[in-house]
Each structure stands twice: as C-alpha cells, then as structure tokens.
C-alpha cells in the first residue's frame, strides 16, 4: 500500500512543541508515512528555537511574522502561502494543532483544497468565546471544518459529541506535550540562560511564572503583578522567575511593578529545553498558559492558573490545577494556601497528570493509519482515570 503523505502545519513556540512528537513518529516509520512539515513563522524566533532542538528542518517556510502584526495580517498572510502549498504538496491529510491564527488559517486553507484534515489538541473548550481569545473561536472553527479530530482527554471528546461530531471521528490520544517531557528534561542539565544558572534551586521554592494572554493585558496584568509582589515581600525564602513575554505592553507593566525587585528574576523568553527544566526545578508553576497546566503535572508541579475559566477542567478534577482568576486578593490567597498548607500543596504534586501518559503521538500515527485503512484496529482511547 502507498504510504499516506501527511502535511503537518503550525506557526508557533507551543505548536512546535506540541507538534514535534508528532512529527519524530511519523520519521520513525517511513514505510507508512511521508511527513512533509510547512511552518508559518507566525512567530519566528521562538519557533527556530524549538525546530533547532528537535531536528527539524522544514520543507516549507512561509516566514509570514512582521513587526505589529494583526490577526487579520496572520491569517491572511497563511492563506496565501498555504493554498500555493497544499496544490504543491497535494497530501492525503493535513494537521493542525490547538488554536492559534496558523491553526485557523491552516484549516480553512484544507476546506478550500479539498484535503482532510485533522485536529490535533482538539474538543478544549471555555464556551466564551472572548477567554482566551482569539483561541477559543479559532478551536471552534477548526471543529468545523476537520475530518478527524485527536483529543487529549475524554472531556473534550464529550465537547465534541455536544457538537454532534461524530464519536467515529474522535481518537482519545492524551495530550503531545506530555510526550515532549520525555525528550526535554534531564539531570544536570545546564541553563542556556544565564541568569537560571545563579539560582539555589534548594534554598529557594522557586516559582516560575508566565502571563501573556491577550485577554490579561491591562487590569488582570496590574493585579497578577501586585500579587506578585506582595508574596515576593511575605516571603523570603520564595523567588519568582518570570521569563517575559516580549510585547512591549507587557514589558512596561511587569518593569512597573516589579522592577528591580529582589524576589523576581525576569528574563527574556527562555527556550523550551529551560522552561521544562525550570519547572522540574522549580516549587510550582503559575500560569495563564495552556501548555504549562499540561506539562507541569507531568513534572509533579502544582500549577495555580491565572484565568477567569480553564479549558482543562480535567486538571482541576484531577487536583493537579488550582483555578486562581485575575484580582489581586484571589491570586494572592491561592499563592499563599499552596505556600503554607504543606499538605495541601503535596496532595497536588502528587496526583496524577490528567492530561497523557507520554504516548499520544504513537496513538494519533496509529488512527491516520486507521482511518486510511492501513490498519483495521481501532487504537485504543487514552484514559487516566483508568491507567
């Protein structure tokens, strides 16, 4: 039989992370797979970075970041260079993973060629269609629009059903991130950033920090902050290492409030390598990012989510996230339980990681198999509450 062509697209730090298992199985069996990858460079250097650790070189670079960019200058942008693309590539499925513009774009550039589609990451879920934005829409449309959708847990399988997708379109897998743990982390690994390498990892509970979503910027960033710096001045013995994000709104509120303050370390944006073993290393995590609520459990790291909702409830049923909000005193107080209740905080490093067991991308390979018919058996789905 032919091998099956897979078109594998994606634009950003986090797809290519989560993207990149994916990828390395499909190039460990070349007899059932060609794996053709076009990135938008949505974001680029953030992107490379992640490329360069995993050895990815990619057959198609559309180079599309510019200073400012709008999401209506990305998707345009990846429409234009993706239709050129798939009528090069003509592949027999096209991936696309989570929620990102490159994601939207990618999708709706397969609808127009006539190519199936999968959704790798897919069913997550707010129902507010403005948290976090433009993410949640952009899942909601790719719904739409795919043929056959990879979701991590059985939560966002239950999503997709409410959606009247059909359950022989949805493969349970567990979530791509937790495999990239396995690959990432490791003992006496050496920071390529400077300033993690000073830190004493066992005098200080280290807090590694990240808040960048667009729906934060503004009042919930004031807020986040100056709960921040109230704990750094409580506590002496905790450190918060805040690798920040480079959009200049940010950038001024974080040298507002927290300055030069001796409780916070901030950084550029580190590479994937440092922030996974940052967060082995570190106390906990607290985060407005999705990818982190994911990985942290997979490294016995509590995480306090610094959103309103969380499209990974299972995180919360699981005791593994710890749903925060934006307002000053709500963030403080979840920071200072988890600080003082020694009972509380191990109960949540020790339970388990609700969202994969390391093995989702041999899972997604086997269902593209599946439904080409290259394999009759239907993989099994992913379950943690089973495993």
Known sequence: MDRIKVLSIFGTRPEATKMAPVINELRTRPDEF????????????????????????????????????????????????????????????????????????????????????????????TYDKYQPYPEEMNRRLTAALADYHFAPTSVSRENLLKENISDEKIFVTGNTAVDCLKTTVFAGYVFAEPKLRGIDYSKKR????????????????????????????????????????????????VEETLGSHPGVITTEPV???????????????????????????????????????????????????????????????????????????DRMAAAKNPFGDGFAAARIADAINHVFGSSQQRPADYSWEND
């Open 34 to 125: 060609e794996s053709v990858v076009c990135v938008t460079a949505q974001h680029r250097q953030m992107l490379d970075q992640v490329l360069q650790v995993f050895n990815i070189i990619p057959d198609y670079d559309l180079n599309i970041m510019q200073a400012g960019q709008s999401l209506t200058d990305i998707v345009t942008r990846c429409l234009n260079g993706l239709g050129d693309v798939i009528a090069r590539v003509r592949p027999d499925i096209m991936l696309v993973h989570g929620d990102t513009s490159t994601t939207f774009a990618g999708s709706l550039s397969a609808f127009y060629g006539g190519v199936k589609l999968g959704h790798v990451e897919a069913g997550l879920r």
């Open 206 to 253: 280290v807090i590694v920090m990240t808040a960048h979503r667009r729906e934060n910027i503004g009042e919930n960033l004031d807020n986040i902050l100056k709960a921040i710096r109230q704990i750094a001045d409580d506590y002496e013995d905790v450190l918060f290492v805040y690798p920040v994000h480079r959009n200049p709104a940010i950038l001024k509120q």
């Open 271 to 345: 590479n994937m390598n440092d922030m996974h073993n940052l967060i082995n290393l570190s106390y906990m995590a607290l985060t407005d990012s999705g990818g982190i609520q994911e990985e942290a459990p997979g490294l016995n790291k509590p995480v306090i989510v610094l959103r309103n909702v969380t499209e990974r409830p299972e995180g919360l049923t699981a005791g593994t996230l710890l749903l925060a909000g934006t307002k000053r005193e709500s963030v403080y107080e979840s920071v200072k339980f988890l600080l003082d209740d020694k009972s509380a905080y």
